[in-house]
């Protein structure tokens, strides 16, 4: 995830901004508190990252625990910072004030769960998307739609609440769901665009349309083997409530316990 890092105000302090040549009469004690609002107006998304990316490890490991196979492969995150946030309003011509940019800019953070078969996309979603203190504010989907450029994913706008000392506030993550073949796609993608500063060659382009076709057609293939495979009962027997847990205690105060078997849940 993008850090934060404080704003360098040292160089607008010492030479003032300018307009046209024009200089600028700026009060620094303005600028710094706006600066102060802003960074805690970020740290409110930051936080709903951690919510987000604190949910989806407790469901890897929950799955770990108590099923065969765990469809979350790995989630990484990642923050704007607050100049590229200020310069999207810019582009966007929407009001440059927090209250637009909590209506308008709900990319500020961004989670990305990455799985293995097309078929954990929508589990995936469906486990976020039933708790109770998600909501959900949009669904698009570039699987089904894909992009003219060849890009797949689901996006999915939520917002969750975020306790903070003084306040509640509910906050929009960007949460996109994604095959391990869409997301290599994905990252190659956006290093060639970056080397290319969007200027893409014609040839690149279609080589790149071309790779996504096959990344698709992997997916694909994968998905019908996964669902060859016997599966079984991936849910591990449930220990009810009333077990007499005695047993275990002897054991585990023996002399010469019973050691639990490699990748069972240590007590």
């Known amino acids: 995830m993008d850090s934060m890092k404080p704003w360098q105000l040292d160089h607008v302090i010492e030479n003032g901004p300018s307009d046209g040549g024009r200089r600028i009469d700026v009060d620094v004690d303005d600028i710094r508190m706006l600066r102060e609002q802003f960074v805690d107006f970020m740290l409110g998304y930051k936080f709903a990252i951690d919510e987000v990316t604190t949910k989806i490890n407790i ?12 469809p979350i492969e790995h989630v990484g995150s990642r923050l704007k910072s607050p100049e590229s946030v200020l310069e999207k309003v810019r582009r966007k011509n929407y009001a440059m004030n927090l209250s637009s940019i909590r209506a308008n800019v709900l990319d500020i953070a961004g989670v990305r769960v990455v799985c293995s078969f097309i078929s954990d996309i929508e589990t995936i979603k469906q486990m976020l998307a039933s708790q109770s203190d998600i909501t959900v504010l949009e669904e698009r989907d570039y699987i089904t739609h894909r992009k003219p450029n060849g890009y797949q994913s689901l996006h999915l706008i939520v917002s969750i609440p975020v306790f903070r000392s003084d306040r509640t506030e509910r906050i929009p993550v960007e949460i996109q769901i994604r095959t391990i073949a869409m997301d290599f796609w994905a990252s190659l993608e ?18 790149l349309a071309q790779a996504a076709e096959v990344a698709t057609q992997l997916d694909e293939k994968m ?7 016997d599966r079984g009962a991936h849910t591990k027997p449930r ?29």
């Open 190 to 207: 956006h290093k060639i665009y970056y080397k290319y500063r969007g200027e893409v060659p014609p040839n690149l382009r279609s080589d």
């Open 223 to 229: 998905e019908a083997l996964h669902r060859q495979v």
């Open 59 to 70: 469901l890897r490991e929950d799955f770990n625990n108590t099923h065969e196979y765990n």
């Open 239 to 267: 220990a009810a409530d009333s077990l007499d847990l005695g047993m275990l205690y002897r054991n585990l105060t023996a002399e010469h316990p019973v050691h639990l078997r490699p990748g069972d849940l240590p007590l």
